[in-house]
């Protein structure tokens, strides 16, 4: 009885250490073959049935040969291997192997040959044939090349110089374009501060612009003079971004920047062009204006050579005469204002407000009786700034009389002020014809207008935008045909 009790519990034990066996076995993530020494399959894994689509029944029992195609047990030599691990009882180096069962998509294993032998025993029982599935990690790993590949060759193809640096501004890369355009190799360059081959005039905003970089990721967008090896600086402009880390952290900076050489060689040839362009009107428009009151003044003296002529046609020819040459003095007084304005000469401190009003005051008859409607939004508050009364007066009251000459039918002149940092911004708005865009870009230019022979000399704005210009400001116009414009005028204050 005993006798029995001990094979019956010796049974059970067995049947337990198998089952145990056989769950580990399957709990493996890992492709598993156990395989004896007659390369005969004794046992596999649940992920190996899964991965190979087999049965169990299918598979245990069966040579390594019907399982694994010939081509792949020859090539990779798996069954002398087998042996090799039987005979020294050591596990072999791991190895890359491709494998396709029927139906199924390649895929790449990355395997080893494990020893399995009996603790008690101490010799060799079966092999392991693991088998990791790494068709995901090699496909990745070869995704990551392919886009290293390309970054590197966008890197070394491009035509702007691409660099990148630590986060104290220490060169780490350097671009062959970056190489072409400075001089300086890589290895002249590599851990040295980018800041060194910047031009002085730009260095503190160099250093203002890598230190905010540091605590905000915005990227930044200037324009710095590159000190090359040989040569006078070059105009570069930049754009400069964070490289952070996992973390999200910055570890550095990528700076991207493109050689304005070129560019600012066309831009210099189109000013050129432009400025010819003005002159030939300015000429055009001088030669315009003075021709008739010219005209006039030289039918005028020759009436007066004729004796036969009465007291009287005598006077009005003189009148007429007097009267050519007192507008061709203007038209020279307002060329003179326009080419140089004195205003450094009577710079006094005023205050706008009442400046503003008292301009509108001169006009404000014309405008009631064009059926203008004013709206002034400002008050009288103290805004000091620093000019010449008359001249900026000037400037107000001509954009007045546009405004009110755009609406002939009547309408709405809106005139306020804004505070803007350390500026005062003056905005003239009307309710008018607007202005064209053909127009639009060519109203500052000298004896450019768009009103009849004889209405104007096409001065007015001209003459505006360079007493504005001469008082440190700006004058711009926003305008819609047949919407209304607005004139804005800004100037420093005190």
């Not at 970054?151 to 640096?165: G, P, Y």
């Not at 036969?308 to 007097?322: L, S, T, W, Y």
């Amino acid at each position: 009885m005993n006798l029995m009790r001990n094979r019956e519990s010796c049974e059970s034990s067995s049947e337990r250490f198998e089952k145990l066996y056989l769950m580990l076995l399957d709990a493996i993530p890992s492709s598993v073959l156990m395989i004896d020494r007659d390369i005969r399959v004794v046992s596999a894994n649940r992920n190996f049935l899964a991965k190979s689509r087999r049965t169990l029944s299918d598979t245990v029992g069966c040579r390594l040969e019907d399982i694994f195609p010939a081509i792949i047990l020859e090539k990779m030599n798996i069954s002398r291997q087998i042996h090799q691990v039987f005979d020294n009882n050591r596990p072999t180096l791991g190895q890359r192997m491709s494998y396709r069962s029927p139906g199924v998509p390649m895929r790449i294993y990355y395997y080893r040959i494990l020893p399995f032998s009996m603790v008690w025993e101490g010799r060799v029982e079966n092999v392991m044939l693991l088998m990791d599935d790494v068709t995901e990690q090699i496909r990745l790993g070869e995704e990551v090349r392919r886009v290293e590949r390309h970054m590197a060759s966008v890197f070394e193809s491009a035509s702007d110089i691409i660099l990148s640096t630590d986060i104290n501004g220490n060169i780490l890369s350097w671009n062959p374009a970056a190489e072409k355009i400075s001089g300086y190799a890589f290895h002249e360059v590599k851990n040295k501060p980018f800041i060194k081959y910047i031009a002085d005039d730009w260095k503190h905003e160099v250093k203002k612009v890598f230190s905010r970089m540091k605590r905000i990721n915005k990227t930044q967008m200037n324009e710095w003079d590159l000190i090359p090896k040989k040569g006078t600086s070059i105009p570069v402009s930049w754009v400069c971004s964070q490289i952070k880390d996992e973390k999200s952290q910055a570890i550095g900076i990528v700076a991207v920047g493109r050689d304005q050489t070129e560019r600012r060689k066309l831009e210099l040839q189109l000013l050129q062009s432009q400025k010819f362009t003005a002159l030939g009107v300015m000429a055009g428009g001088i030669a315009h204006e003075i021709r008739n009151p010219l005209a006039i003044c030289s039918s005028g003296v020759q009436f007066l050579m004729d004796e036969n002529i009465g007291a009287q046609f005598r006077r009005e020819c003189a009148e007429k005469i007097h009267t050519g040459i007192q507008r061709v003095s203007d038209i020279i007084e307002n060329l003179l204002r326009f080419a140089r304005p004195e205003v450094t000469s009577k710079l006094e401190q005023l205050n706008l407000p009442v400046l503003i009003w008292e301009a509108w005051t001169l006009i404000e008859n014309q405008a009631k009786i064009q059926k203008i409607k004013s709206n002034l939004q400002f008050e009288k508050n103290s805004i000091v700034i620093n000019g010449n009364a008359s001249l900026l007066q000037q400037v107000l009251i001509n954009l007045f009389l546009n405004g009110i000459k755009a609406m002939p039918d009547g309408g709405t002149l809106t005139i306020s002020i804004e505070m803007a940092d350390r500026e005062v911004l003056i905005r003239v708005t009307d309710t008018g014809q607007g202005i064209s865009e053909n127009d639009i870009d060519k109203i500052f230019d000298p004896f450019y207008t768009t009103s009849p022979v004889g209405q104007g000399t096409g001065l007015g704005l001209s003459i505006c935008y360079s007493i504005v210009k001469q008082h440190n400001g700006f004058i711009d116009v926003e305008s819609r045909d047949g919407k209304g414009s607005t004139f804005t005028v800004g100037l420093p204050v005190m």
